[in-house]
Nanobody, 124 residues
């Protein structure tokens, strides 16, 4: 079955960096666009960043533009989220997700598979 396993979360001070990874199995990874979403306590899940199948197109939520970078390695079946200049408001559980569409997708319902999530906590 399809599995998406996130790693790399943790506790970091404001201004610091983290790199999240999401390892995929059970699917032909290069046939799927990938995305990162996050959900803070008491809030709805929101789109953070997305990347198309080949890695040539990316899209970011406005609040993370210039600070976060999504990338993928199709040979390793892995998608990454490099997070720099972290802020306390970035604190959330971060999820990776896979979708079978051609273009970058930003809506949660457009994604077919989800990981379990990894906690990111940014202290002030």
């Amino acid at each position: 079955q399809v599995q998406l396993v996130e790693s790399g979360g943790g506790l970091v001070q404001a201004g610091g960096s983290l790199r999240l990874s999401c390892a995929a199995s059970g699917l032909t990874f290069s046939n799927y666009g990938m995305g990162w979403f996050r959900q803070a306590s008491g809030k709805e899940r929101e789109f953070v960043a997305g990347i198309n199948r080949g890695g040539s197109r990316t899209y970011y939520f406005d609040s993370v533009k210039g600070r976060f970078t999504i990338s993928r390695d199709n040979a390793k079946n892995t998608v990454y989220l490099q997070m720099n200049s972290l802020k306390p408001e970035d604190t959330a559980v971060y999820y990776c997700a896979a979708n079978s569409r051609w273009s970058v997708r930003t809506l949660a319902y457009e994604y077919d598979y989800w990981g379990q999530g990894t906690q990111v906590t940014v202290s002030a």
